[in-house]
T-cell receptor, first 111, second 114 residues
Framework: QQQVKQSPQSLIVQKGGISIINCAYE??????FPWYQQFPGKGPALLIA?????SEKKEGRFTISFNKSAKQFSLHIMDSQPGDSATYFC??????????FGQGTELSVKP | GAGVSQSPSNKVTEKGKDVELRCDPI?????LYWYRQSLGQGLEFLIY????????KSGLPSDRFSAERTGGSVSTLTIQRTQQEDSAVYLC????????????FGPGTRLLVL
């Protein structure tokens, strides 16, 4: 049963541009919204996360924004760099449940 | 070691053989998870251990898959009578109790079934 939908599946951005990845969820209540980053040949690693009681969180060039009414949260990468090229997964855990990973977005930042 | 370790890093086996994959979680992490990632695909949950509680096996794809966790630490994922569709990267992760949103992943075991 799919509870999160991630888009786009792939994204190509020029160096210095803004990368935006979206994650839409359905009816289940989540209590934490993490984004994971995975480089080729490596396991995923937690990048940034937000709780639903705040609408935005910024860490360096990475920002999560949360729209409760739209049931959507987004990852913004400002001033995208070639080193940001990776696959990004949203992975909200339902209350008391296990992580549900989105399908992943493959980001490629062109120099 | 500071992180989650997995062994072997790569495994090539013949169809029908059994394989065992090992995961060493971060010391002190009571929760341990196994995921499967097929080429270019997302992460498929397999099984979840939390302390001494009964594991959540809801993601295991068939009865050929099993996992155990001994002494609350090391875990072994066993695949019996491997099939070609079992070829994938098997990832292990661990987390602190009550912090399942923050999982630390190992590098994975790349399994190829010929």
């Amino acid at each position: 049963q799919q509870q999160v939908k991630q888009s786009p599946q792939s994204l190509i951005v020029q160096k210095g541009g803004i990368s935006i990845i979206n994650c839409a969820y359905e009816n289940t209540a989540f209590d934490y919204f993490p984004w994971y980053q995975q480089f080729p040949g490596k396991g995923p690693a937690l990048l940034i996360a937000i709780r639903p009681d705040v609408s935005e969180k910024k860490e360096g060039r990475f920002t999560i924004s949360f729209n409760k009414s739209a049931k959507q949260f987004s990852l913004h990468i400002m001033d995208s760099q070639p080193g940001d090229s990776a696959t990004y997964f949203c992975a909200p855990p339902p209350k008391g449940g296990k992580l549900i990973f989105g399908q992943g977005t493959e980001l490629s930042v062109k120099p | 070691g500071a992180g989650v370790s997995q062994s072997p890093s790569n495994k090539v086996t013949e169809k029908g053989k059994d394989v065992e994959l090992r995961c060493d979680p971060i010391s002190g992490h009571t929760a341990l998870y196994w995921y499967r990632q097929s080429l270019g695909q997302g992460l498929e949950f397999l099984i979840y251990f939390q302390g001494n509680s009964a594991p959540d096996k809801s993601g295991l794809p068939s009865d050929r898959f099993s996992a155990e966790r001994t002494g609350g630490s090391v875990s072994t994922l066993t695949i019996q009578r491997t099939q070609q569709e079992d070829s994938a990267v098997y990832l292990c992760a661990s987390s602190l109790r009550g912090r399942l949103e923050t999982q630390y992943f190992g590098p994975g075991t790349r399994l190829l079934v010929l």
